[in-house]
């Protein structure tokens, strides 16, 4: 990996300023270097840049972590980029933009503005990006036609409602907020309709949310569905997994068995249903 030095002389041909003491902070303590490279971390410790090194320190943080996991794993490189910029609009910092998602990047750093200003957590919105992202990766793979802004928005906008709360009702609460906001229908659709894979009439009574069917059902909707039980299992806290692969090949089994992943029997068995009837799709032509 680039020594400090090499990373401070970056920084200074980048900025104009070494952060030498930012980049002594990452690198020079080996009881601490290991954690602070920690990419879960980076949303934790990014505040901590910005505060004290305001917007371009916080870059140079980034720039940092990201060219020491680049002369590691160069393999990973497109999706270390989109954590990065994926990061650096949840802070507001756009001042070197690049296209996360092709044609829909303005979009989508406008919808990650829309997290952070209604009180959404920083951790649910490490999960907004990666159900975005997973939800887009499934999408692509779909022999199907496919709206894959809606994919993408619907995603990354599915746990607006956890800005009030995070019960079976967070998919209303997420609906009223978007609307306020102006979001689309087929946005707020897919918030209402993600929460345990499709709330029943007597659910959603429980819930105290409008008694109706929530049953997902635009292969856009079933998809976040779908991409959101995956980044769930393949961030368990329980080390369920250990990889992306293996939690889409266990799915059935792991939600057969596990339920505090299943949140209910009637929801583990339409995520199933519904996983089953998206790997029909994938696995065609």
């Known amino acids: 990996m680039p020594s400090i030095e090499k990373h401070a002389e970056t ?7 070494d952060y030498l003491v930012l980049h002594e902070w990452i690198d020079k303590d080996p009881a601490t270097k290991v954690e602070r490279h920690d990419i879960t971390k980076i949303h934790e410790y ?4 910005l505060d004290q090194y305001g ?14 996991l680049l002369t590691r794993f160069g393999h990973v490189k497109e999706d270390l980029e989109k954590s990065i910029q994926d990061t650096l609009a949840y802070f507001g910092v756009t001042s070197r933009p690049k296209k996360v998602f092709p044609s829909e990047y303005e979009t989508l750093l406008d919808d990650l503005e829309l997290l952070r200003k209604a009180g959404v957590s920083l951790d649910d919105a490490v999960h907004c990006q990666r159900v975005c992202r997973k939800a887009l990766e499934i999408a692509s ?26 019960a079976d009702d967070h998919g209303c609460l997420g609906s009223e907020i978007g609307r306020t906001m102006g979001l689309p229908k087929d946005v707020l659709q897919i918030m209402e309709t993600h929460v345990k894979a499709g709330l029943t009439p007597e659910e959603a009574r429980e819930a105290g949310i409008p008694e109706k069917d929530y049953t997902p059902e635009t292969l856009e909707e079933k998809i976040v569905v779908y991409a959101d039980k995956l980044v769930d299992i393949i961030y368990s806290p329980d080390k369920v997994v250990e990889s992306e692969t293996e939690a889409e090949e266990r799915f059935v089994e ?5 339920p505090k992943l299943a949140k209910s029997p009637h929801a583990g068995l339409r995520h199933i249903n519904i996983y089953r009837e998206i790997q029909s799709h994938i696995n065609v032509g």
């Open 46 to 49: 990014g505040q901590k840049m």
């Open 11 to 17: 920084s200074l041909n980048r900025t104009g300023k």
């Open 141 to 166: 793979k779909v022999n199907k036609p496919m709206n894959y802004n809606l994919v993408a928005r619907g995603g990354l906008l599915h746990d607006l409602g956890k800005a009030r709360g995070r």
């Open 55 to 68: 917007k371009e320190g916080l870059q140079e943080y980034l720039q940092h972590i990201h060219d020491d």
């Open 254 to 258: 792991l939600l057969s068995s596990h």
